[in-house]
């Protein structure tokens, strides 16, 4: 009885001691892989006129879920609305989308700063500078990533 038992034991411990298989390890990576996708989102372009323009695009593998963009702006005579900021439901891997907003208006010199996120990407965010008359606002440079 003993002899058994101990046999049992032995075979119980080399089973318990088998490698891990190579298909076992490759299924592993690849459900890795999967959780590690997501959007990437970056502001393309950006333009002035009767108001702010900007173009955002999902460079990412996946769609950009819950997008939220905001604008402020900062200046010698901001007379109207300081900040702009809005939300997209979806933006399709490999699509850009613009937002735009004419809540803005002054006099002289101003900073605009933008940002976006999703809910599965990180944030990106810029700023460029300009000039305001009015609502009309002449940038001094453009972005491109």
Do not use: H
């Amino acid at each position: 009885m003993k002899k058994l038992i101990i046999s049992g034991i032995i075979i119980c411990l080399i089973f318990s001691m088998s490698p891990v298989t190579a298909s076992d390890s490759e299924e592993k990576e690849d459900s890795s892989d999967i959780s590690n996708l997501q959007a990437d989102l970056k502001v393309t372009y950006v333009k002035g006129g009767f108001g702010f323009s900007m173009w955002i695009k999902n460079f990412g593998e996946e769609d950009a879920l819950y997008v939220k963009w905001q604008m402020s702006w900062d200046g010698l005579a901001i007379i109207w609305d300081m900040q702009d900021s809005g939300r997209i439901s979806r933006i399709p891997a490999g699509d850009q989308v613009m937002v735009r907003t004419n809540k803005i208006f002054g006099l002289g010199p101003t900073t605009i700063q933008f940002s976006v996120n999703a809910s599965n990407s990180e944030t990106y965010a810029g700023e460029v500078d300009g000039y305001l008359i009015g609502k009309l606002l002449g940038l001094w440079e453009q972005v491109y990533p």
